[in-house]
């Protein structure tokens, strides 16, 4: 690390950093601090989803494991082609399920989706495509081979790799596992995120408020996040501004986490000791002023075996520096790259004015117009407000030298659909 600029005990914040970093740099180097977590454990399938896979898994089993029908219909024998007006006599049925059966020459059979496509037959006619009487179909159109058939292992073949080393699991690969008859899968340990707030005048739920006092949302917040990336939390709770009590929450909790995110005093101010603390804790970190608006500074470190982040204290800055610099952090730990914020160009439906020198994100919601869909940016900005927040879609990235941006124009818009996986 020796790119990393680390601040003794007794240094303020964020007064040694010179300059801004980009977004990119600012990744890379929160994610230089982090060592991948040790560890492997079968979990069962369903319960899975958010773990990381710990070794590649292969197919077992050809998907379809047999000639399917894809539609309700009519088995038959196309052979080189059977033309419209052509009549046969249906046989039986075959349902999903039914053993194997064999096609009688120059005949029909009733099937189902999903069932075993008889011996003898090489095409199935939707049903809309026949007119039936009694026990007699007359097709309405040419029927070719291979027509409505899903071959064994068009799907999947037996011994092909099916996921590779470091998926992030969800749904889809819960299904494409259990149709291979598999339970439990093989994850990594699920990383350990403790999270704590600091500050003077917060307060938690249940805590009388004073006059100049606030209940703490940011914990809460980030607690929430770690859980939607997978992570098992530990609640740190609310720490004063003291840097000694910020020093003694760090330590006890690197002996029980991977990660400590705290929120609040990264800034400049006379209340912010974040590194002077972590310093005191035994551990060592940097600050980063990064090319962000909101969530200029934030603290990167490491204490015994724990990675630290510290995050702003205002909401939406905290929102998107963990997007950022949690999601590289969490990557590194599962051994993956992070990936960038997924994302689609989207017109702006409104003038924006904003200087330029900083890549700012903004919550905003879809609006559908005339010509398509467009976001809106809601609320007046600023990082201390939390109802713009709760009423997007997502936010909005604006590129650093984009300003203003006009009616129109193009920016980058990242949904929340994903419940913010990193």
Known sequence: MSHLVVFPVGRSSCDAADGLVSLEEARSRAAAWAVPVEGHEEVILDQAVGQILARAVAADLPLPPFDQSAMDGYALAAGDGLPAGSVLTVMGRVAAGDGARTLP????????????????????????????????????????????????????????????EGTR???????????????????????????????????????????TSLFDSNRPMVLALARQAGATVVDGGIVPDDPQRIAEALRELATQCDLIVSTGGVSVGDEDHS?????????????????????????????????????????????????????????????RRAQPLAGMRLPLTHTFERRPGRTEFAPARLVQTVEGLAAEILGRGGSARLKPLAMADGLVCIDALHAPVREGELVMFHPFRDGFAV
């Open 275 to 335: 590194l002077v603390a972590l310093g005191k804790a035994g551990g060592m970190g940097e600050c980063l002023k990064i090319a962000l608006k909101p969530g200029k500074p934030a603290a990167i470190g490491r204490i015994g075996h724990a990675a630290y982040l510290g995050l702003p204290g205002n909401p939406v800055a905290a929102l998107v520096s963990w997007l950022l610099l949690g999601g590289a952090v969490l990557a590194a730990m599962n051994g």
């Open 169 to 211: 699991i969800d749904a889809r690969h819960v299904a494409l596992l259990a149709a291979q008859g598999r339970d439990t899968v093989c994850v990594r340990r699920r990383i350990r995120v403790a999270v704590l707030s600091t500050g003077n005048e917060l307060r938690s739920h249940g805590e009388p408020l004073a006059d």
């Open 105 to 164: 020459p120059n005949s029909a059979l009733r099937i189902l989706t999903g069932a075993m496509v008889p011996q003898g037959a090489d095409a199935v006619v939707m049903q809309e495509n026949v007119t039936r009487a009694g026990d007699r179909i007359v097709l309405s159109r040419m029927q070719r081979p291979g027509d409505n058939i899903r071959r064994r292992g068009e799907d999947v073949q037996a011994g092909e790799t099916l996921l590779v």
